[in-house]
């Protein structure tokens, strides 16, 4: 058992950061070189990692050898289905994306139609890679564990059992899993934060919507019916306007990307970023109504920030989507405005940060779902696949 868990800790921190020396994996696990080195030998055996040795040393002895994901290891398909675009990779473990590919959704799609373009990409990924270990899909909506959708508002639906659907699209009896994006995001964050632990915190990501995840002592905060981080539907502006899960004034109608566009009387059409970069430049040469527009965004995005941090007293925030392309330009007026209103007195500011992994965060979470079967029990899991 120990050894297994050893294992499993061992390539999770593989995949996450793509090497590790021995003398880091040492460190990281809290065992001796000795057991480091026959941990990594076991993976190694196992055809999950291979062992280089390094070019130069670190320090006084012998170089470390570092452990890297071995070349033709097992891959797993991610699907990103966001609310204006689907996107499916192969990803393979060292969070290496083999093949991207990704397509524009019509407006409010019907689930056949983007069950039947991700089941497409699927068979050109598939064709392209050779056998899939499993099928890890991020859900802009909330989703049950079980991989059923309760609700996605910015796309019109409704109770859809959408793991099984993809499952029958991709074919093939592989495994599928899926999760909400935001979710799938702040652990994808948070284990790539720099160490061997999780890092805390609080995700927050709005494209068409607007939607968190919370990493707490290392685990994803969820709820009992697969809807918490649902924050995008917490009334905030009752005076505002209707917002597609059919409440006034919801979080997401102040501050997902459309918002932004619509004060600074843009069309919120398209490819938002892109729409949204041109209110962002016009704001930086002047434009008043572009710098208006900017600066009742940040009022509303701070107002939901600082009750978020009032109740969830997260020791980071981590944001992507819109909110990443626009924190630059916004972020001192937004911490001040959090450092202002916060029950708390902090000794320093609180971190507001773009996500590390840029737009693929939620993507490379997928990964990191499909792949969970195999980072729990690697060494079972290979001698299982191998019988």
């Not at 460190?27 to 190694?44: C, F, N, P, Q, Y």
């Not at 289905?81 to 393979?92: F, K």
């Not at 099984?164 to 935001?182: E, F």
Request: positive net charge; hydrophobic residues 45%.
């Amino acid at each position: 058992m120990l050894r297994q868990d050893n294992s499993a800790r061992a390539l999770g921190l593989v995949h996450a950061f793509g090497e590790a020396s021995r003398a880091q994996l040492a460190s990281w696990l809290g065992v001796t070189r000795t057991t480091a080195k026959a941990v990594a030998e076991g993976l190694v055996a196992a055809g999950l990692v291979v062992e280089e040795e390094r070019a130069e040393a670190l320090g006084r002895g012998r170089p470390s050898p570092v452990v890297r994901p071995a070349p033709g290891g097992p891959v797993v398909m991610a699907v990103e289905l966001a609310v204006s675009h689907v996107t499916v990779a192969v990803v393979g473990l060292g969070t290496h994306l083999v093949t991207v590919q990704r397509e524009r959704l019509p407006s409010s799609p019907a689930p056949d139609t983007v069950i039947g373009l991700i089941g497409d990409l699927a068979g050109s990924a598939a064709r392209a890679s050779g056998p899939l270990a499993g099928v890890g899909v991020s859900f802009y909506g909330a989703v049950r564990p079980d991989g059923f959708v309760l609700h996605a508002p910015s796309l019109r639906w409704r109770e859809l059992p959408l793991a099984d659907l993809i499952s029958r699209a991709v074919g093939g009896g592989v495994p599928v899993r899926v999760g909400n994006d935001a979710d799938l995001a702040a652990m994808a964050e948070a284990r790539r934060a720099g160490d061997a632990r999780p890092r805390d915190l609080l995700y927050l990501i709005a494209e068409r919507g607007l939607g968190a995840g919370l990493v707490n002592n290392g685990v994803l905060v969820g709820g009992a019916t697969g809807s918490f981080g649902e924050v995008g539907h917490m009334v905030v502006n009752p005076d505002g306007v209707r917002c597609p899960c059919g409440r006034i004034g919801c979080w997401e109608t102040e501050v997902d990307a459309r918002s932004l566009l619509r004060r600074a009387g843009r069309r919120a059409r398209g490819d938002l970023q892109h729409a949204v970069a041109g209110v962002l430049a016009d704001a930086g040469t002047g434009d008043d109504r572009a710098r208006v527009a900017l600066a009742e965004y940040t009022r509303w995005l701070g107002l939901g920030l600082v009750n978020m941090v009032n109740i969830f007293d997260p020791p980071r925030v981590v944001v992507g989507g819109v909110l990443a392309r626009v924190l630059p330009a916004i972020a001192g007026e937004l911490s001040t405005v959090v450092a202002q209103q916060g029950l708390v007195r902090r000794e320093s500011p609180l971190p507001i940060t773009a996500a590390r992994l840029g737009e693929h965060s939620a993507l490379i979470g997928a990964a990191d779902l499909a792949f969970a079967d195999l980072l729990a029990a690697p060494l079972g899991t290979v001698r299982a696949s191998a019988r």
